[in-house]
């Protein structure tokens, strides 16, 4: 069973930085697009940033320039590296994974959330 561990969360100060890490159990190569959401209070979840297995990236329109994703082959990690944090980045930040099956629908792999905490 694939895990997902997230890390790196805590409180920051507006304009600050916070690095999230994801462990994953096994190969983030099997994978076909591993990223990171995020669900405010009374909010939806929605996404923050993706990483296919190919290298392609895509991030939400408010985290263009502030936000990067990246993976650590070596220590099998996804990473999101926040700058210039804004209050309304106060979250709950998921990793997740997706792995496509040859028949069927594709695994989907949820970790447990981290809490980033960025005070108006």
């Known amino acids: 069973q694939v895990q997902l561990v997230e890390s790196g969360g805590g409180l920051v100060q507006p304009g600050g930085s916070l690095r999230l890490s994801c462990a994953v159990s096994?190969?983030?190569?099997?994978?076909?697009?591993m990223g990171w959401y995020r669900q405010a209070p009374g909010k939806q979840r929605e996404l923050v940033a993706s990483l296919t297995s190919g290298g392609d990236t895509n991030y939400a329109d408010s985290e263009k320039g502030r936000f990067t994703i990246s993976r650590d082959t070596a220590k099998n990690t996804v990473n999101l590296q926040m700058n210039s944090l804004k209050a309304e980045d106060t979250a709950v930040y998921y990793c997740?994974?997706?792995?496509?099956?040859?028949?069927?629908?594709?695994?989907?792999?949820w970790g447990q959330g981290t809490q980033v905490t960025v005070p108006s």
């Open positions: 096994g190969s983030i190569f099997s994978f076909n697009t």
């Open positions: 997740h994974c997706i792995r496509r099956r040859i028949w069927g629908p594709p695994e989907v792999y």
